[in-house]
């Protein structure tokens, strides 16, 4: 026996999308189950006697004298659960009524036919439903060009429906945002083989269509692997990619002096100018992230940033730099350093990471220099949760210096006492403080370090400042209580 549709989901498939409701049965009611497709002529013809059927009229009459409500009591005595008219213009208000009370629902197309012939397939005929979209989507795969976002795309349009990819978090990487959510019935097909939480492909259809959640089954499993094929084309690209970035830097680090013409010749071909000025910047993650599939995270956020740099997958990380022409000034260097700071805030609400920047340093040999130097700040950055993993070589020195000095048996008393009316603060003032003092006072360097508003900064800090009665513009209370911040919470 064949499995009934619902008008529900038969208004709901993409081949009924131009029919509309004109009149519905008494609010509250069941759904109507749809079992056959039947077609009469005009309004004038006598409905045949078939339970739960679908009644098409073929040909457009006038629906204001009392053919169309003969038509709607003949097709309730025959048991028909909807009527399909010609047309899509609304019913006269007495007709409405009638439908009501006799429990037909009357529905609207310009095609009715065409309507009645897509149902009747999806009824009776599965096998051909499966085999017409199985086939399509065969084309599809074969003929479309480009990487996975142009595939998934063109499957969206060939099933008339949203196709998406989602990584094994269910985080859509490919197709309509927001994703799948609460759309009817989802279906997906993993990409890439049976492993624990795979990639799959992802799409939704309407609730209660038998035949067209077996075709879309057996249509995903052939674009599964096709778009399967096209990632492992594109993983094979870019680890490609990056043994050659990370050969090329590899070369130029070791070269301690000025690289030969050959690796010169490599890095103009990557696009990397050797002379001028560099600023060194070392990520460290841990083991568990890979740095070629999560490379792209790290320039999204240098982008976010406008930080223009240089990045290379390198050991459990990355190396980047930055390249200026001409030797930059104070105003750039510092713009240069919120942006890695800000960078640094941004990677890390998706990657857990430890960032460190070296001096600026001219030349190709000066480029392995910095980059040395901003390995050495990331491994320090790794034990500075409070400056938000980040640490710049520039800003270490002297500091460093009076910071293990602090370290005494007598300071950290007198440091513990200064700052006592912090303590069970709201807002977390000590913290604010410290990496307020640490960024030579910038609101939005410290913002960025934090993840609050600038504003939020400000309002910690002045009120830090009146619990402590301190001036911050007096350079020596100002590094009496940036040594004290710095020793309080080194202890902590």
């Avoid at 899509?88 to 006799?102: E, G, Q």
């Avoid at 402590?468 to 919470?489: I, M, T």
């Amino acid at each position: 026996m064949t499995a009934p549709l619902t008008l529900g989901a038969l208004l709901a498939h993409p081949d009924w999308a131009a029919v509309v409701v004109l009149a519905a049965r008494t609010a509250g009611a069941e759904p109507d189950a749809v079992r056959a497709v039947h077609t009469v002529a005009d309004l004038r013809a006598d409905a045949p006697a078939a339970r739960d059927a679908l009644l098409a009229v073929a040909l457009s009459g006038d629906r204001d004298d009392w053919h169309l409500d003969a038509l709607l009591r003949r097709a309730a005595a025959a048991g028909v659960a909807a009527v399909l008219l010609p047309g899509t213009d609304p019913l006269r208000a007495a007709s409405r009524l009638l439908a009501a009370r006799v429990g037909v629902t009357v529905l609207g197309a310009p095609d009715p036919l065409g309507a009645a012939l897509a149902a009747t397939r999806l009824l009776h005929e599965p096998g051909q439903v499966l085999a017409d979209l199985v086939s399509r989507t065969a084309a599809v795969c074969a003929t479309v060009t480009g990487g996975v976002d142009e595939l998934v795309a063109e499957l969206a349009r060939t099933w008339r429906r949203p196709v998406w990819l989602a990584d094994g978090s269910g985080r859509v990487v490919a197709g309509t945002e927001p994703g799948p959510g609460d759309r009817g019935e989802v279906v997906s097909r993993p990409v890439g083989g049976e492993r624990a939480h795979p990639t799959a492909l992802v799409t939704a259809l309407p609730r209660g269509v038998p035949a067209e959640l077996a075709a879309v089954r057996a249509a995903l499993g052939v674009a599964a692997g096709a778009v399967g094929q096209r990632m492992a084309d594109v993983r094979l690209a870019v680890e490609r990619d990056a043994r050659l970035r990370m050969s090329l830097l590899a070369e130029l680090v070791a070269a301690a002096a000025e690289p030969g013409p050959g690796t010169r010749r490599r890095a103009l071909d990557a696009g990397w100018q050797l002379e001028g000025w560099h600023i060194g910047i070392r990520i460290d993650v841990p083991g568990s992230v890979d740095p070629v599939t999560t490379r792209p995270e790290v320039l999204r956020a240098f982008d976010a940033a406008h930080l223009r740099a240089v990045v290379v997958e390198q050991g459990s990380g990355w190396g980047a730099w930055s390249t200026f022409a001409d030797e930059p000034g104070a105003g750039e260097l510092n713009r240069h350093a919120t942006a890695t700071r800000r960078a640094q805030s941004l990677l890390r609400s998706t990657v857990p990471s430890a960032m460190g920047v070296g001096r600026l340093q001219r030349g190709a040999a000066g480029l392995a220099r910095t980059l040395g130097e901003a390995g050495d700040a990331a491994r320090l950055a790794a034990t500075r949760s409070a400056s938000g993993c980040f640490v710049h070589v520039d800003r270490l020195g002297l500091g460093q210096l009076l910071l293990a000095w602090t370290r005494t048996d007598t300071f950290l008393p007198a440091a513990r006492s200064m700052l006592e009316p912090l303590r069970d603060q709201p807002g977390d003032l000590l913290r604010t403080l410290t990496a307020y003092l640490d960024a030579e006072s910038s609101l939005t360097e410290t913002a960025a370090v934090l993840g609050v508003h600038r504003n939020t900064v400000a309002a910690r800090v002045a009120r830090a400042q009146e619990l402590l009665g301190v001036v911050l513009a007096d350079p020596d209370e100002r590094l009496a209580l940036h040594l004290a911040c710095r020793s309080v919470l080194f202890h902590t």
